[in-house]
């Protein structure tokens, strides 16, 4: 989380009015007066940073956003060889890993069936292979909130436990140098549920062509 230098200095500041107004009604002590001086060579240093030292503390928080952010990304990780696929833009294409290589997979259309989504996609193979007995894991959610998982300590365990996931297993066919549809259902989802979305392709029967003699 940035901490600057203003919102330490009206933190400090509240803190010295919160002192000073619990002792109104009281002649304050020696321990009390040597808190409040304390707090007041604090605000007084802070107040008087030089341009080096803002800058630095700039630069720190700078550094830090990034590097908690990717901290996030490990700590919400779907596991295995997923790949996040954006399912409101149609065209293009995304590389997937799988166990055999890449498959390339570009969104067609996303409908509503149901109590859910029908989302095809095309997916290209781009090895020699054919690729049958398709199986096809996902993930879906809400929209990741970086600025909640600031704020609050639960919320990627939260977001995690929110994330529901379907395993797909089709007789289609991936055939080689060639794009192929596919389609599956999301169910049960809404619309801002498949905000984030991951998918992961394999398959349990890989076939060659022979060659003549």
Known sequence: MKITRTKLIRYLAATVCAIVLAGCNQQQDEDQNRRLAAL???IHR???????EVEAIKYLN?????LQQSIWQL?????GSYTEVDLASTGGYVPVRGRFGVFLVSVKNVEPYLDGYRVTFEVGNPQYATFSNLKIKTVWGSKFEYSKATNDVNY???YNASLKRKEFSQADKLLPGSWNKVS??????KSDELAAFSISFDAE???LST???
């Open 40 to 42: 007041e060579s604090q």
């Open 46 to 52: 802070l107040d008087t940073l030089s341009s080096n």
């Open 62 to 66: 700078d550094q830090i956003s990034p």
């Open 75 to 79: 700590q919400r990780s779907t596991g």
């Open 156 to 158: 990627v365990e939260n």
């Open 184 to 189: 599956i259902v999301l169910s049960p989802a």
């Open 205 to 207: 029967t890989v076939s």
């Open 211 to 213: 060659p003549r003699d």
